[in-house]
Protein backbone atom coordinates (compact mmCIF):
# COMPACT_ATOMS: atom_id res chain seq x y z
CA UNK A 1 0.00 0.00 0.00
CA UNK A 2 1.35 3.26 -1.11
CA UNK A 3 1.68 6.58 0.73
CA UNK A 4 -2.04 8.49 -0.19
CA UNK A 5 -1.63 11.94 -1.59
CA UNK A 6 -2.48 15.33 -0.18
CA UNK A 7 -4.39 18.12 -1.82
CA UNK A 8 -5.17 21.15 -0.46
CA UNK A 9 -8.38 23.17 -2.89
CA UNK A 10 -7.82 19.69 -5.46
CA UNK A 11 -4.28 20.36 -5.36
CA UNK A 12 -1.81 17.79 -4.95
CA UNK A 13 1.38 18.73 -2.05
CA UNK A 14 4.15 17.31 -3.29
CA UNK A 15 6.15 14.77 -1.22
CA UNK A 16 9.68 15.94 -0.36
CA UNK A 17 12.58 14.74 1.59
CA UNK A 18 13.25 17.64 3.23
CA UNK A 19 11.36 20.65 4.66
CA UNK A 20 12.75 24.00 6.29
CA UNK A 21 10.58 26.38 8.41
CA UNK A 22 12.58 29.13 10.12
CA UNK A 23 15.72 27.70 9.43
CA UNK A 24 14.62 24.12 11.26
CA UNK A 25 14.88 21.04 8.56
CA UNK A 26 13.45 18.28 9.33
CA UNK A 27 13.60 15.01 7.29
CA UNK A 28 10.52 13.22 6.17
CA UNK A 29 11.35 10.74 8.92
CA UNK A 30 11.15 13.38 11.65
CA UNK A 31 14.98 13.75 12.52
CA UNK A 32 16.86 16.89 12.43
CA UNK A 33 20.37 15.50 11.37
CA UNK A 34 20.09 17.88 8.67
CA UNK A 35 19.13 20.60 10.86
CA UNK A 36 22.61 20.11 13.09
CA UNK A 37 24.69 19.42 10.40
CA UNK A 38 23.38 22.91 9.15
CA UNK A 39 24.14 24.62 12.04
CA UNK A 40 27.65 23.13 12.67
CA UNK A 41 28.27 24.08 9.24
CA UNK A 42 27.23 27.73 10.25
CA UNK A 43 28.57 27.99 13.53
CA UNK A 44 31.91 26.97 11.96
CA UNK A 45 31.88 29.46 9.36
CA UNK A 46 31.13 32.09 12.00
CA UNK A 47 34.29 31.23 14.39
CA UNK A 48 36.27 31.60 11.53
CA UNK A 49 35.76 34.93 11.80
CA UNK A 50 36.72 35.36 15.37
CA UNK A 51 40.00 33.06 14.67
CA UNK A 52 40.58 36.21 12.37
CA UNK A 53 39.58 38.85 15.11
CA UNK A 54 41.93 36.83 17.41
CA UNK A 55 44.73 36.86 15.13
CA UNK A 56 44.11 40.72 14.40
CA UNK A 57 45.01 41.27 18.25
CA UNK A 58 41.29 41.50 19.85
CA UNK A 59 41.11 41.27 23.82
CA UNK A 60 39.70 38.10 25.46
CA UNK A 61 37.32 39.67 26.83
CA UNK A 62 35.93 41.24 23.10
CA UNK A 63 36.54 38.03 22.05
CA UNK A 64 34.01 36.29 24.34
CA UNK A 65 31.30 38.78 23.76
CA UNK A 66 31.52 38.19 20.11
CA UNK A 67 31.45 34.56 20.80
CA UNK A 68 28.46 34.93 22.77
CA UNK A 69 26.52 36.76 20.65
CA UNK A 70 27.37 35.64 17.13
CA UNK A 71 28.57 31.83 17.43
CA UNK A 72 26.24 30.82 20.43
CA UNK A 73 22.95 31.84 18.85
CA UNK A 74 23.51 29.69 16.02
CA UNK A 75 24.38 26.86 17.82
CA UNK A 76 21.39 27.48 20.10
CA UNK A 77 18.41 28.13 18.41
CA UNK A 78 14.97 25.95 18.15
CA UNK A 79 17.01 23.30 20.55
CA UNK A 80 14.18 22.01 21.84
CA UNK A 81 13.49 20.79 18.51
CA UNK A 82 16.25 19.41 17.61
CA UNK A 83 17.97 18.40 20.46
CA UNK A 84 16.03 15.39 21.41
CA UNK A 85 16.50 13.07 18.43
CA UNK A 86 20.58 14.51 18.69
CA UNK A 87 22.92 11.26 17.27
CA UNK A 88 26.09 11.17 19.04
CA UNK A 89 28.06 11.59 15.70
CA UNK A 90 26.22 14.85 15.51
CA UNK A 91 26.85 16.14 19.22
CA UNK A 92 29.79 15.56 19.61
CA UNK A 93 30.14 17.39 16.21
CA UNK A 94 28.27 20.37 18.28
CA UNK A 95 30.52 19.95 21.19
CA UNK A 96 33.38 20.61 19.11
CA UNK A 97 32.20 23.64 17.92
CA UNK A 98 31.45 24.88 21.38
CA UNK A 99 34.44 23.67 23.03
CA UNK A 100 36.57 25.71 20.32
CA UNK A 101 36.23 29.30 21.58
Do not use: F
Amino acid sequence: MGISEAKIDGRDIAQVCHAKLLDVTISQDLTCNKCVENIVKKAGKRLYMLYQLKRAGITQKDLVSVYVSVVRPVLEYACPVWHTNLTQYLSNNNEVIQKEH
